[in-house]
């Protein structure tokens, strides 16, 4: 398994803050960022079970689907990517890298990626591809939740953290690990802020009862924030969609601070926590960690994507 050695870096420091970023995108070349701790256990649950074939599931952007090709080629495993949406005769760089790692791909419509997690789906994988160990979309499972326990060291003394979610399984391990701090989850997802029931489900697999919020913008509303919650006013068009002003920051933050952000996942975990800062939504002379993690191999894509707007 791969050797784990945090790399924090400072980015401010004043009277009232100190905010550093704990640099997950150096962990590893192409197993980047919070990826290989929701991978950690999964794998090595296949491993000690002799599956030698390992399913999961995401767009054709996917952070996961990238990590989880990487990481199979790793350990000499199997890996099979099922993938939203149609195919297309010229691969994006992303699903093209998985593919050259030795991951199988296989498209499905939309409407039956809603159902892959019905038994009638479970079947079809098994009498297609045979004995499995099969990773849900994002890793997120109870493996990949007590993986991510372990991004946070126990000698760290931080009064916030702060992190991208996307299925909340980061957050959940960071709530499970560290102790007398606050944690605040920045979702990416537009609408209805479902992360913290899924966050409920994870902590009670984990037999875990712990100061949560479940509507964590009423924290917003408060002058301060001092409950373990996930705010959901930051995800802007949704989940990856263009909006000019993240654009305009993330070049900003990247000149000065010399530190690259995904446009998906930090750009918008960044633009929270300087616009919280900004606001004073933190307690005086805090200790502030910011967790980049990782997902730079999805630029690319999304700069094609939008290639007329980038013009």
Not at 48 to 73: E, M, P, R, W
Not at 276 to 296: A, R, T
Not at 298 to 310: A, D, L, Q, T
């Given at each position: 398994?791969?050797?784990y ?14 905010v550093?970023?704990?640099?997950l ?12 701790f929701?991978?950690?256990y ?79 789906f ?6 297609k591809?045979?004995q ?83 509507n ?94 980038f013009?």
């Amino acid at each position: 398994m791969l050797a784990y050695q945090p790399l924090i870096q400072t980015i401010h420091t004043s009277f009232n803050y100190q905010v550093d970023v704990l640099r997950l995108d150096k962990l590893h070349q192409s197993i980047t960022g919070n990826k290989w701790f929701k991978l950690k256990y999964n794998l090595q649950n296949a491993i000690d079970n002799n599956l030698q074939t390992v399913i999961t599931f995401g767009g054709a952007y996917s952070n996961h689907i990238a990590a989880t090709a990487s990481a199979c080629k790793l350990f000499g495993l199997k890996c099979i990517g099922i993938i939203r949406g149609d195919e297309s005769e010229l691969l994006n760089t992303t699903l093209q890298k998985a593919k050259e790692n030795g991951m199988l791909l296989e498209f499905i419509s939309r409407n039956t990626y809603l159902k892959k997690n019905e038994q009638a789906f479970n079947n079809y994988l098994q009498n297609k591809y045979g004995q499995h160990y099969l990773i849900p979309e994002g890793g997120n499972n109870l493996e990949g939740a007590l993986g991510c326990q372990e991004i946070i060291k126990p000698e760290w003394n931080y009064d916030y953290i702060l992190c991208a979610c996307g299925t909340a399984t980061t957050f959940t391990g960071i709530i499970a690990s560290a102790k007398n701090t606050v944690i605040v989850g920045i979702s990416v997802l537009k609408g209805e802020n479902k992360l913290p029931f899924e966050v409920k489900k994870l902590l009670n697999k984990l037999n875990l009862k712990t100061n949560f919020i479940i509507n964590g913008n009423e924290e917003l509303y408060k002058s301060e924030l001092n409950n373990n919650c996930i705010l959901s006013d930051y995800s802007f068009n949704g989940y990856a969609n263009y909006y000019k002003p993240l654009i305009d920051f993330k070049n900003q933050f990247e000149t000065k601070y010399k530190i690259p952000l995904d446009y998906i996942y930090t750009n918008k975990l960044f633009f929270a926590s300087f616009d919280l800062i900004q606001k004073e939504k933190f307690k005086k002379k805090s200790k502030i960690l910011i967790i980049h993690s990782g997902g730079l191999q999805g630029n690319i894509g999304f700069e094609e994507r939008f290639r007329n707007k980038f013009t």
